[in-house]
Nanobody, 110 residues
Framework: VQLQASGGGLVQAGGSLRLSCVASGSIYSIGSKAWYRQPPGGQREFVAVALRNGATTYADSVKGRFTISRDNAKSWSLQMNSLKPEDTAVYYC??????WGQGTQVTVSS
């Protein structure tokens, strides 16, 4: 199974970006769909997850600003609004807690 993340880029503080993740390979669907991020010089951290039953959970730092969506059986997205410089990181999509995408860079300038 391969995950392809896209949608990163450079944006000014207060702006928005939408990240997308698509799974391919020998899998019918992804149950748990998540996003993690790793800031420069920092450790990977949880951002958001959407479960098959529709439940979603967010890190406190992104609540009210980010929205995770289950787009279809093998894709999901992360709408990021009101971006802050501290959101700068490489963002990874993670499927079923074991499949990791290659990461997409998000840079928020002040």
């Amino acid at each position: 199974v391969q995950l392809q993340a896209s949608g990163g880029g450079l944006v000014q503080a207060g702006g928005s970006l939408r990240l997308s993740c698509v799974a391919s390979g020998s899998i019918y669907s992804i149950g748990s769909k998540a996003w993690y991020r790793q800031p420069p010089g920092g450790q990977r951290e949880f951002v958001a997850v959407a479960l098959r039953n529709g439940a979603t959970t967010y890190a406190d730092s992104v609540k009210g600003r980010f929205t995770i969506s289950r787009d279809n059986a093998k894709s999901w997205s992360l709408q990021m609004n009101s971006l802050k410089p501290e959101d700068t990181a490489v963002y990874y999509c993670v499927g079923d807690s074991r499949y990791w995408g290659q990461g997409t860079q998000v840079t928020v300038s002040s």
